[in-house]
């Protein structure tokens, strides 16, 4: 690797110069490598500020097409799409996933309806929006059922690719839930829908703003240890990986990010798949309280999303992804 040293090998003069260090640089952000995360709300003509998250609002669905339209204006490739559920349509076992008419199913048929194929719109496959215990599935003495639950995830993925979502995201971190929803896809004709597996998804303590944004903070009580990752581990990510792409999934995600580039990294190394991050809300907070410090600036977001990037992110879902003219 080294062709000489020092005096006559220099490695700065090909940083002398901003066209020179331009040219040699390894990496670089477009829009095409974000995802727009977009909270919808009940109501009408509303744009909910979230105390936790500076500058990300929830929408009502009279809304959507403008935040929509300028998301396909800034060129992104996809938004995905999370409700708050108010806690009247919530219940023990999250009904409310499976009704055709929830806020996401409706969002997603006006956002096709209007935008065709302009955007890709994904979705998460999981029941935490829902339950009114806040886990990702059915909860039975202390514990998440995983068979029973993949069952309900299965009727959720099918409704919402009915709708016509694109990307089916399961985020809910049940053994062997990939392969389950793939072959009810495929045999309800779904052939094309796209499965984007939270695949190497931690139990952490980086998604305390989302669980505000989506409702579920006062309802979720403990932790989900006994199904997402013990962030100790990242030999156990690689099989959870591993697995993911055998039942199926077209696309795996690591999440949190910036705390997990190391996942991020043997993972794409290994597996030569596309691998997505997922910037989290407790990340996003961190980084936008701290911008208000006088000795921290907007360059430390650009700064660490391309960190993903390094690290083999091929996309990054982002909350900072509609503000992108003002980052990269
Ligand atoms: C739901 C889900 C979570 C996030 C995305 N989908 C929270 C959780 O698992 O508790 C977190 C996203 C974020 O923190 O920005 N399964």
């Known amino acids: 690797m080294i062709t000489g040293k020092f ?9 002398k110069s901003d066209w020179s260090r331009r040219l040699v640089e390894e990496n670089n952000l477009t829009p095409n490598d974000f995802i727009l995360p977009i909270f919808l709300i009940d109501g009408k003509n509303k744009k909910q500020a979230i105390k936790s998250m500076p500058d990300v609002y929830r929408y009502t669905l009279d809304k959507i097409s403008f935040v929509v339209d ?4 800034k060129g992104l490739p996809m938004i995905a799409l999370f409700p708050y559920t108010e806690k009247n349509k919530k219940n023990d076992l999250g009904t409310e996933a499976l009704n055709e008419n929830n806020l996401v199913c409706k969002a997603i048929q006006l956002i096709k ?4 194929n302009e955007i890709g719109i994904m979705c998460d496959v999981a029941l935490d929006p829902y339950t009114s215990h806040g886990h990702d599935g059915l909860f039975k003495s202390g514990y998440v059922l995983n068979d029973e639950t993949i069952k309900v995830l299965i009727n959720q993925s099918l409704l919402q690719a009915q709708m016509g979502c694109d990307v089916l995201a399961p985020s809910d971190m049940m053994d062997g839930r990939i392969g389950k929803i ?31 944004a989506i409702g579920s903070k006062n309802s979720f009580k403990g932790d989900k240890k006994t199904y997402q990752m013990d962030f100790k581990n990242s030999d156990e990510a690689l ?7 055998k039942e199926g999934a077209d696309i795996v ?3 949190p990010g910036m705390p997990y580039l190391d996942i991020i990294k043997s993972i794409k190394e290994k597996f030569k798949i596309p691998v997505f991050a ?3 809300s407790g990340e996003y907070s961190l980084l936008s309280n701290g911008i208000k410090n006088e000795l921290v600036n907007k360059n430390i977001v650009f700064e660490s999303l391309m960190a993903f990037k390094r690290a083999g992110a091929n996309a990054i879902i982002s909350y900072y992804a509609d503000r992108l003219d003002k980052i990269l």
């Open 7 to 15: 005096p006559s090998l220099r490695l700065r003069r090909n940083r």
């Open 239 to 245: 099989r959870e990986i591993s697995l993911d792409i």
């Open 253 to 255: 995600m690591v999440k």
């Open 182 to 212: 793939r072959k009810a896809l495929d045999k309800e004709n779904f052939k094309n829908v796209q499965i984007l597996s939270y695949a190497a998804k931690y139990a952490s303590s980086f998604y305390g703003p989302f669980r505000d």
């Open 113 to 116: 309806k209007k935008f065709k």
């Open 278 to 280: 997922y910037q989290v």
């Open 70 to 73: 300028k998301a396909i204006k």
